[in-house]
């Protein structure tokens, strides 16, 4: 059906990143430039004093503290309109409010000096406060205000019990539909703080060109909104800017936002005058710099006795720590993804988002997805038991798919699915792990116990939909034809490693009928793209790759006309194009006269030669719809019940994404998903200790992420890909990032209940959770 | 103090400190940036080097003491003929995403395979100290495994 999606090609950039040439942040280097380094609060709770810079200064080194940076407030992440945007946050402060936040810094020509200089910073603390560390303790009457006005919109507004932001829907007749069921269950689940543990810490450059402009290199999933909070908060217009596209060595959600260091590295550096490189450690960044959201989740759900769901209430208090980043449209996001679960005929949603005095939390992987999916698949799991229905028959029949509405990110996003390929999947992937073999966990006995779990899930495609919504979700792509008939595709849209413009060069080739080989990508910055807002909520194939198909539409069609011309066709609807293998190009010709054929290459250069013009185009697009991507998981886990320690078996992974268009980079999506969904499961948790440090000060030996030992390997990992078409797609094709790993943490506490007959709902299950459990502590 | 190796084939002789270590010396000194810094404290491996055959994290190994030592990078070891093959199945099988780790599982690969590690669960325990969150290493066992199969 297609020339070049979904076969198999080369990554482009593979080479250059397996050979380490590829140029992340923090391999720039500039000339003349210096080291920064970060004098961060050892007090959770503190207000700090006098600073004395003047040893520091002796020194040679450069400072900036608090009273020399912009006074107004900002939100690191722009996305929702202004009026929603939450602002509590400066570039540094006199108000420390986590252990880490940033006070002042300093610049020195080597690392080594600039540590030298952050030694000899005197800084004094007025007053150390008791941190607030628990949501609940935070919000209780008396309890100090970690901030007592921040700025919402453009206004001040005052906060109240440390409630940073609230969220309440409610629809249909909740008592009524409690009333005709027959079986309601209700449980509380606490999800953990989880650090994204992205192989590269974050960090920025900062140059002050001869004109007087800025230039940045930095990590970033977003360039464009990198460069309006620049603007905004140093008040910088936006065509002084530019901030340049470099790898991200892994995203997960943990530069979703503008990071901190950037702004700290442009503040320093218009100080300074001169170059600036400023990097985490590992520690700074593991230890003082971001998280994952912490989830406290009601569920209340109920069903009939014909196993029909009735209601359905989440009340979801969330522990955003000091600062907010996207807490307001988290809660919205996690009503949009519980609404869309099932099919509730009543439902009840309030959500908070609190302050406490840790590291302020951002989006990690599915933003709140895999946690209401995990408390509402547990949920429905035990109704369905309770029920004596199948649970998998059970999902079938309530889950919203084909003609339902859809939420996406919350009430604003909504649109009619359209594909669906729950059915096949559910059908497929049961069938392959044994689902009607798993038996019951009161007939399992001996030291390993195994069990088979299911989970199912979605995420959404980005954030369009047919009205303008609440938050801003748009693309852009250039496509220009080069003289000789080669391709450059220009776009701001970040790829965090999946392969996302691979899937979009493969999309132009499509269009074009080139090989994906011709379609360079080229490295860019805002000031030679145009806006995409950011590559968050799956939406870079499914957005971003409609951008660039019809950028390189546009390019044909002006091809075609060119092709017109050259060829005497009365008009470009008489041509045809297609790929011709031999020629390595794509020929455009008049169907029945063979003779009538020119190479696109040979368009490109008459063009050139006879003056024609550029063959190009630049395309902005919002999308209509924010389709989801249904995944199914089937893990079937061994519990060593002497130990605790839980092994996965084996994993079989289901997934909608429409048309699949890089087999082996969308099977390598499932994979990592289902990696970071199964150490959120089992391992993850940032802990801290009573005075607000975090526990794990001795960095990834004390927080583990999995390695090659506790994972399966392809043998054991067997991935499905449903044969759907998104018809809003670019050739039938949707998102997959985030649902790759939104359903995992459900199937594998599943797993472990149908292993070891003990529901969880905490997590990270750990070892010494499950023993506990196993010995009668439930 | 002054230290002479052999880097990637050719003699080099540099000035370290001597609390530097190898990671910064080849990072900051000799400006081979295929070396990533991931932890700084041995923990991921996205900076390993080969030193003398063995696969070291270089954040661990102090500068000063690889005097008459061999040091292969990532970068040249992806342009041996082993390394090209080791890269080769890696993007045959979609075996990098981000690409920030993978320098560190190149040489981590090729360095047991040059020490004669013929079979997937001896690379498997050969790989256990470099850290992946991306691909949940799946696509490298099998590029691995593809590369076994081709080395017998």
């Known amino acids: ?778 | 103090m002054r230290v002479s190796f052999r880097l990637n084939g050719s003699v080099v002789e540099v000035d370290v400190e001597p609390h530097e270590t190898l990671l910064n010396v080849l990072r900051d000194r000799l400006k081979i940036k295929s070396v990533k810094y991931g932890c700084g404290i041995g923990e991921c491996g996205a900076c390993t080097v080969i030193l003398d055959g063995r696969p070291v994290t270089s954040c661990l190994v102090l500068a000063a003491k690889v005097g008459g030592s061999e040091v292969l990078t990532p970068d040249y070891v992806a342009r041996t003929e082993l390394g090209r093959r080791i890269v080769d199945a890696m993007l045959e099988e979609g075996a990098i995403q981000c690409g920030y780790c993978t320098p560190g599982f190149l040489t981590t690969i090729y360095a047991a395979i040059i020490r004669g590690v013929r079979d997937a669960d001896s690379m498997r325990r050969a790989l256990l100290g470099n850290l992946c969150r991306c691909t949940g290493y799946v696509n490298i066992m099998k590029a691995v495994k593809r590369l076994l199969e081709d080395v017998r």
């Open chain 1, 1 to 778: 059906m297609f020339d070049f999606v979904g076969k198999r090609f080369p990554r482009h950039d593979g080479f250059v990143k397996a050979a380490g040439l590829a140029e992340f942040t923090f391999d720039v280097e500039v000339p003349g430039m210096l080291y920064g380094r970060i004098f961060k609060s050892p007090y959770a709770f503190a207000r700090v004093g006098r600073i004395d810079t003047s040893l520091a200064e002796s020194m040679g080194a450069v400072v900036l503290t608090p009273d020399e940076v912009p006074d107004a407030l900002f939100n690191p992440r722009l996305l929702s309109l202004e009026e929603d945007t939450f602002k509590d946050w400066r570039v540094l402060t006199k108000t420390p409010r986590y252990v880490g936040e940033p006070i002042a810094v300093v610049a020195a020509p080597t690392e080594d000096a600039a540590q030298r200089a952050l030694e000899a910073l005197r800084v004094e603390f007025e007053e150390v406060y008791e941190p607030l560390l628990d949501p609940f303790e935070a919000m209780s009457p008396g309890a100090r205000p970690i901030h007592e006005r921040i700025v919402r919109g453009r206004r001040w507004v005052e906060v109240r019990n440390n409630v940073a932001a609230e969220y309440g829907y409610s629809e249909g007749d909740l008592e009524t539909e409690e009333r005709r069921s027959s079986v309601v269950v209700e449980r509380r689940f606490h999800a953990s703080r989880r650090y994204h543990a992205q192989l590269e810490p974050k960090g920025a450059v900062c140059k002050i060109e001869p004109d007087g402009s800025l230039t940045v290199w930095t990590t970033t999933q977003t360039i464009h909104n990198t460069k309006i909070l620049i603007s905004q908060v140093y008040g910088i217009p936006m065509n002084r800017i530019d901030v340049r596209k470099v790898p991200l060595g892994g995203g997960f959600g943990s530069s979703i936002h503008t990071n901190l260091v950037t702004l700290i590295a442009v503040g320093l550096c218009l100080k300074a005058g001169r170059p600036v490189k400023l990097v985490l450690t590992r520690e700074d960044d593991m230890v003082h710099d971001h998280v994952g959201f912490e989830f406290y989740m009601r569920v209340r759900a109920g069903a009939t006795r014909e196993g029909e769901i009735t209601f359905g209430e989440l009340e979801n208090t969330v522990d955003i720590g000091a600062h907010q980043v996207q807490a307001y449209p988290l809660l919205g996001a996690s009503l949009g993804w519980f609404v869309s679960l099932y099919k509730w005929r009543a439902l009840r949603y309030y959500g908070r988002a609190v302050y406490t005095n840790k590291v302020p939390s951002c989006a990690i992987r599915g933003y709140g997805a895999p946690e209401v999916t995990w408390a509402v698949e547990t949920v429905v799991d035990e109704i369905a038991e309770e029920l004596k229905v199948d649970p998998v028959e059970f999902r079938l029949r309530n889950y919203r798919g084909r003609g339902e509405i859809f939420w996406g990110q919350g009430p604003t996003v909504r649109s009619v699915i359209r594909s669906d390929g729950v059915p096949e999947l559910m059908a497929k992937c049961s069938e392959l792990i044994g689902w009607k073999t798993r038996g019951d966990p009161r007939s399992k006995s001996g030291r390993f116990r195994r069990g088979i779990g299911v989970g199912r899930g979605f995420h959404t495609s980005g954030a369009g939909g047919p009205l303008s919504g609440a938050v801003i979700d748009y693309s852009g792509a250039i496509v220009k034809l080069n003289e000789d008939g080669t391709v450059d595709y220009i776009t701001a849209l970040q790829d965090h490693g999946g392969g996302t413009l691979d899937a979009h060069a493969k999309i132009i080739a499509e269009e074009l009928k080139v090989p994906p080989s011709r379609i360079r990508i080229v490295w860019s910055g805002t000031s030679t793209t145009v806006y995409d807002v950011c590559t968050h909520a799956s939406r870079g194939v499914f957005v971003g790759g409609e951008a660039a198909r019809r950028a390189a539409a546009e390019v044909k069609r002006k091809v075609l006309e060119y092709a017109a011309r050259i060829l005497d066709a009365v008009s470009p609807e008489a041509l045809r194009i297609e790929y011709d293998r031999e020629l390595n190009d794509a020929v455009i010709f008049v169907e029945g006269a063979p003779e009538k054929r020119v190479s696109l290459s040979e368009v490109a250069r008459t063009a050139w030669q006879r003056n024609w013009g550029s063959i190009s185009a630049s395309v902005s697009y919002r999308a209509t719809v924010a389709p989801p991507s249904f995944t199914v998981y089937f893990v079937e886990v061994e519990v060593d019940t002497e130990t605790g320690i839980v092994r996965p078996v084996r994993v079989v992974a289901g997934a909608d994404v429409g048309t699949v268009v890089s087999p082996e980079l969308a099977a390598g999506q499932l994979h990592g998903g289902f990696s970071i969904g199964w150490s959120w499961a089992t391992g993850d948790e940032v802990a801290y200790l009573r005075d607000g440090v975090p526990a794990h000060r001795l960095s990834m030996t004390d927080y583990k992420i999995p390695t090659v030992l506790d994972l399966p390997d392809d043998e054991r990992f067997t991935v499905v890909f449903a044969s759907t078409y998104e018809p809003f797609g670019p050739f039938g094709a949707k998102g997959l990032g985030e649902s790759a790993s939104n359903p995992v943490i459900a199937a594998v506490a599943n797993a472990i209940y149908n292993a070891i007959g003990v529901r969880f709902y905490e997590i990270p299950m750990t070892p010494e959770k499950v023993l506990r459990a196993l010995r009668g502590g439930g």
